[in-house]
């Protein structure tokens, strides 16, 4: 059986810390009730050395949690607090982490393999930020008062809560994911029981030790790593959760929707793969697109929702743009995450790293050139170089599929019509980009794309109150922005008489 704690030593910056290892509930780090279970093994995939293990959650754990965030909800968090009080109890979390960002920044690189300053800077910054976004809201969640009749009745509609939510996350932006459920969900008054990824269980049992800290009554955040589909399972198909919130691979949502459907038709927020298309056209900065285009494939290691996989170039600038793209992508520093000089670390596990490596030969085999890449390293690590393709054809798997890695397909076009029809020929609609100086040619790329997001001379950029999420096979809901409260929030209209009679019999 997995310990409650770790003591672990990060060799790169001399800091000993512990780390929880239980399961959260009730504010207490807890062992599982299955005894049997197996725990769960952390490993950093820079070195492929073990860090910790992590207590992990069987079905009847889940069961707990569920009842714990009920408790909550029923007694101490839903509509028995203002929206003041949680919002304030979200500032206090939202500075506790900020007290804490270099440690969760090198936990979050140890378990991830991501740059420290990027967990830091970019994962962790815009966390305390969607943070204090949320508690912002949190005393503004108003419905509206209707007229119905003048002089005798009146509706109104509140915006209640939606209950108990399981909210299940992925391992690529581990603590940011985090931050994006939890944020608007504590916000609307809802409780929560949220499931790490079993490759990435560490920042979140830390930050439910901030939970508690922060003073957040017992129960109102719940946390159970699990392994493999045992704890999201068991989440989708419960009877007593009103939502499910999903990051991660369309297959698995695909579940997610069918366990809801067949349990409790609980509500589901679904925010799932891409192949997202960047365009290049003939006015665009050459420069600048290149340099967002390297942004698009190759933050996060290509492990990235929104990453920009395919990019399509209008074929009089082609030549000159693969001759700026390719030195510009291989500048780029794939290595340790505590090595000030990595731009990217190493892919997150060795299921990941053999999945991009098929993929990369398979772009090979069936006909795609080489620009960049394709040479593994030598040694330990989940490192793969940034990776281009050129010579494509819309049927080649690596055009086809979700990667997650720093794989780029490039492809050309002549006319407007043919890329915006490259561009949509997915059964995926997370991102998209364009690049182009012509701002007719911007209003009418953006409104072709089918994307639930699209850039524009940018890419791969969010902001907290701007809405993100999928169309077609890329999701359902939105994350983000004032958007995201209806995702946990039920509108109730409450019909008000203070006047009619009712004459019966009718
Ligand atoms: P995944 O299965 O979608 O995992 C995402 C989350 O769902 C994890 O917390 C996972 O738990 C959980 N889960 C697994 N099976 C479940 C089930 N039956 N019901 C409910 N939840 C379940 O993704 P993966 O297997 O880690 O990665 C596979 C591929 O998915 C990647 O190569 C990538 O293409 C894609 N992906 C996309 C995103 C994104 O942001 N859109 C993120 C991650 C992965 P465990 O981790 O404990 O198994
Ligand atoms: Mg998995």
């Known amino acids: ?5 770790a003591r672990i030593v990060i060799r790169a910056t001399n800091r000993e810390l512990e780390i929880p290892t ?5 504010n207490q780090f807890v062992p599982s009730v299955d005894s049997a279970s197996e725990p769960i093994q952390a490993v950093n995939p820079s070195t492929e050395e073990p860090i910790c293990s992590v207590v992990a959650g069987s079905a009847k754990d889940i069961d707990i949690a569920v009842a714990a965030a009920r408790k909550a909800f029923n007694t101490t968090w839903g509509k028995n607090v203002t929206g003041f009080e949680r919002s304030k109890l979200l500032n206090k979390l939202a500075d506790l982490m900020e007290r804490d960002q270099d440690i969760l920044a090198e936990v979050e690189s140890l378990n991830n393999g991501k740059p420290v300053k990027i967990a830091r800077d970019f994962d962790i910054g815009d966390s305390i930020q969607c943070l204090r ?7 503004k969640i108003t419905g509206q008062t209707i007229e119905v009749d003048n002089k005798t009745k009146l509706a109104f509609t509140k915006h209640d809560p939606i209950g108990v939510c399981g909210q299940i996350i992925p391992w690529n932006y581990p603590i940011n994911m985090w931050a994006w459920k939890v944020g608007p969900a504590l916000a609307c008054g809802c409780t929560i029981v949220m499931k790490p990824s079993e490759l990435t269980p560490l920042t979140a049992l830390m930050l439910s030790k901030l939970i508690a800290e922060a003073g957040f009554p017992p129960g109102v955040v719940n946390t159970i790593p699990s392994l493999g589909s045992v704890g999201g399972a068991a989440l989708s198909a419960h009877m007593g959760v009103d939502k499910v919130a999903f990051t991660g691979s369309t297959v698995t949502g695909r579940k997610i929707m069918e366990a809801a459907a067949k349990s409790n038709l609980k509500k589901v927020s679904l925010e799932l793969g891409g192949k997202s298309p960047q365009i290049v056209f003939e ?3 050459l420069d600048q697109a290149a340099n967002w285009a390297c942004l698009g494939i190759l933050y996060n290691t290509g492990q990235d929702c929104t990453a920009g996989s395919r990019l399509y170039v209008q074929d009089t600038v082609y030549d000159k743009f693969i001759s700026l793209l390719v030195p510009k992508a291989k500048e780029l520093v794939i290595g340790d995450g505590f090595d000030e000089k990595s731009g990217g670390g190493p892919v997150v596990s060795k299921t990941q790293f053999d ?3 098929r993929y990369i030969e398979s772009g090979s085999a069936q006909g795609a050139k080489l620009a ?7 040694g330990k690590g989940f490192f793969v170089d940034p990776t281009i393709f050129t010579d494509i054809n819309a049927n080649m798997d690596i055009v086809r599929d979700e990667i997650f890695g720093p794989v780029l397909s490039v492809g050309r076009f002549k006319t407007e019509e043919e890329a915006i029809s490259l561009a949509n020929d997915t059964s995926y609609g997370l991102g998209a980009g364009l690049h182009s100086n012509d701002a007719n040619q911007c209003m009418r790329v953006s409104s ?11 890419y791969n950029l969010l902001n907290n109150n701007v809405p993100f999420g999928g169309k077609k096979q890329s999701g359902i809901g939105r994350e983000l922005g004032s958007y995201a409260l209806e995702e946990y929030t039920s509108v109730k209209a409450v019909h008000w008489n ?9």
């Open 372 to 378: 960049l890449g394709g040479q593994k390293r030598p």
């Open 448 to 458: 072709a794309l089918e994307a639930g997001t699209v850039w524009v001379n940018q």
């Open 1 to 5: 059986m997995a310990s409650l704690s």
């Open 498 to 506: 203070f006047g009619e009679k009712l004459d019966w019999p009718l």
């Open 355 to 357: 999945k991009v490596w």
């Open 133 to 139: 976004y949320y508690a912002g809201w949190a005393d």
């Open 283 to 285: 006015s665009a900065d």
């Open 22 to 26: 239980g399961l959260f509930i009730d």
